[in-house]
């Protein structure tokens, strides 16, 4: 499967942004989707995860309460929506495919993004 991730961009904090990432493939829907984030000089985190089928989901305690992971398998999208945005929320933006479950390590996801970057200005 092929991802493209887009909707980054420069925003302040408290704005919205929703990160979208479109998968190429009839196989959207077999794979667990996560978006990822790295920071300059940080490891890559796993932000937010949704089950195959959209029934499950995870967050990490940095964002819980402030942004939403969808999907949409009839268009092969899966979303991120971020609110109430912060200056560390700033990073680039990964998503990524897994046939694993809702797990944390980047090297369970076969299938990654290019990445869009999310700056947030204080």
């Known amino acids: 499967v092929q991802l493209q991730a887009s909707g980054g961009g420069l925003v302040q904090a408290g ?3 929703r990160l979208s990432c479109a998968a190429s493939g009839r196989t959207f829907s077999t794979y667990n ?3 990822f984030r790295q920071a300059p000089g940080k490891e890559r985190e796993l932000v937010a995860a949704i089950s195959r089928g959209g029934g499950n989901t995870y967050y990490a305690d940095s964002v819980k309460g402030r ?3 969808s999907r949409d398998n ?4 899966v979303y991120l929506q971020m609110r109430s945005l912060k200056p560390e929320d700033t990073a680039v933006y990964y998503c990524a495919a ?3 479950g ?3 390590n980047p090297a369970l996801y076969p299938y990654w993004g290019q990445g869009t970057l999310v700056t947030v200005s204080s």
């Open 67 to 69: 942004f939403s992971i």
């Open 98 to 100: 897994s046939s694993y």
């Open 33 to 35: 989707m996560g978006w």
């Open 74 to 77: 009839a268009k092969n999208t």
């Open 15 to 17: 704005d919205s942004l």
């Open 102 to 104: 809702l797990v944390g």
